[in-house]
């Protein structure tokens, strides 16, 4: 019983120091008082765990003011890790969990001006299978994952396009797209209402990387007939939030 004590110490050690890193995060810079308020912690514990972290490099602390901020070894860390990401493997996880939530095709996209590359795709094996395959291309203005990266992309990447119809559904006015792209934006997910293929409708949702970039967009896919309009309205946020945390594991900051 008593072995387990100092572990208990060092934990609750542990989960203080990442409290005070987590909240020294949001500020330019904080003076001892002000972080051991925050934390709810005795300015002496705060300047103990302090040391460790300011070792580290995870904080510096200013010489002249003693205000505490994020060291250069927090750069490093957040550097490793975004080089080790790989949109699939991060994605994957979400992608299955959708599909399984919502009994849908799953497509994982990437930007490729003016297209976009399928880089992933997560089927329900009991309907009908989607037609796209992992590797090819799809346009900018007809699918719902072209539009859900394109409402956040400048202007001249829409001025760019070559707006062909592929079907009798297909935005091919301009300014009809730039609405669109516009009600996307305020709503947060994508629709193509079999714009693409004539009896698939597709709801999409942007993923944003560590530069709050949209770099990326997943989406749902399947027949008119089980994927409604009254259901595109339910899948909607469901898509959002997937991409949502997709996008978090990229390390878009949060707001």
Not at 130 to 152: D, E, F
Not at 179 to 205: F, K, M, Q, T, W
Request: with cysteine; aromatic share 2%; proline share 4%.
């Amino acid at each position: 019983m008593v072995t387990c004590v100092p572990d208990r110490n060092q934990s609750a050690s542990l989960r203080r120091a990442l409290a005070v890193l987590d909240h020294v995060r949001g500020h330019s810079g904080l003076s001892l008082t002000q972080l051991a308020e925050a934390v709810g912690l005795s300015k002496s514990t705060v300047l103990r765990l302090t040391v460790p972290l300011v070792e580290a490099r995870l904080l510096e602390r200013d010489r002249r003011t003693g205000a505490y901020r994020l060291g250069h070894g927090t750069l490093r860390l957040g550097q490793a890790y975004l080089a080790t990401l790989d949109l699939r493997a991060v994605a994957a996880e979400e992608s299955h969990r959708l599909m399984s939530e919502v009994r849908e095709t799953v497509h994982l996209v990437v930007y490729d001006h003016p297209h976009v590359v399928y880089i992933d795709k997560v089927e329900n094996a009991t309907n009908v299978r989607m037609a796209s395959r992992i590797g090819s291309r799809g346009p900018m203005h007809a699918t719902a994952v072209g539009k859900a990266i394109l409402a956040w992309q400048p202007e001249e990447a829409l001025a760019g396009l070559a707006l062909d119809p592929i079907t009798k559904h297909t935005i091919t006015d301009p300014d009809r797209l730039r609405a669109e792209l516009s009600h996307i934006r305020r709503r947060g997910y994508a629709v193509d209402d079999r714009e693409n293929e004539p009896e698939v409708r597709c709801v999409a949702a942007p993923i944003f990387n560590h530069n709050d970039a949209v770099v990326a967009a997943v989406s749902v896919s399947g027949l008119t007939s089980r994927i409604t309009a009254a259901r595109v309205r339910e899948l909607g946020p469901l898509v959002a939030g997937a991409a949502s945390r997709i996008s978090r594991k990229l390390g878009r900051p949060t707001t």
